[in-house]
Every structure is written in C-alpha cells, then in structure tokens.
C-alpha cells in the first residue's frame, strides 16, 4: 500500500522498523576478558555473576558476550545508596 500527499510508502516505514531492530540487535558487545578488565575483577568472579547475580550475558557458540546498556542497567539496579 502506497500513501499519497508525501506521506511515507509502507515499505519505507518497515525499512526504518527493521534499521531501527538492528541497531538494538547489533549494539555493542564486549567479551568477558573486556568485562574483567573494565570491573577489574578476576574471570572467575564475571562467572559467579553470571550464575547467581543474573549478570545478562549471551553465548554465541562457546563465546561470552555481553551487551554494554544491559551490563549498565543491570550496574544501576545493583547501586547502593
């Protein structure tokens, strides 16, 4: 379907959908060595987080990755007063 009078066409909008999806899907993510670094931490403790704190993470293959705006809201969420 076509819109007239300068409106967008529908498969523009769906276009901007679907860039708009991507950006959220292919945000930055950082391994866990990245982690331990920036936390300065050990790797083992990242693994403890990530098994009984809920540290948000994803495994892609047998690679670790985590999304930086998870790892900050989840950050925000653990913040002492």
């Known amino acids: 379907m076509h ?3 300068g409106k967008e066409k529908q498969g523009q909008y769906i276009s901007s959908k679907v860039m708009t999806t991507e950006r ?3 945000e930055t993510l ?3 060595k990245e982690l331990v670094t ?3 931490v ?3 403790f990242i693994n403890k987080l990530m098994t009984e704190e809920d540290l948000p993470y994803f495994k892609i293959g047998r690679a670790v990755r ?3 705006s998870e790892i900050s809201t989840w950050l925000e969420r653990r913040k002492m007063p």
């Open 3 to 5: 819109i007239q009078n």
């Open 24 to 26: 959220i899907m292919f």
């Open 30 to 32: 950082i391994s866990k």
């Open 38 to 40: 920036a936390f300065g």
């Open 42 to 44: 050990s790797s083992s």
């Open 66 to 68: 985590f999304r930086v």
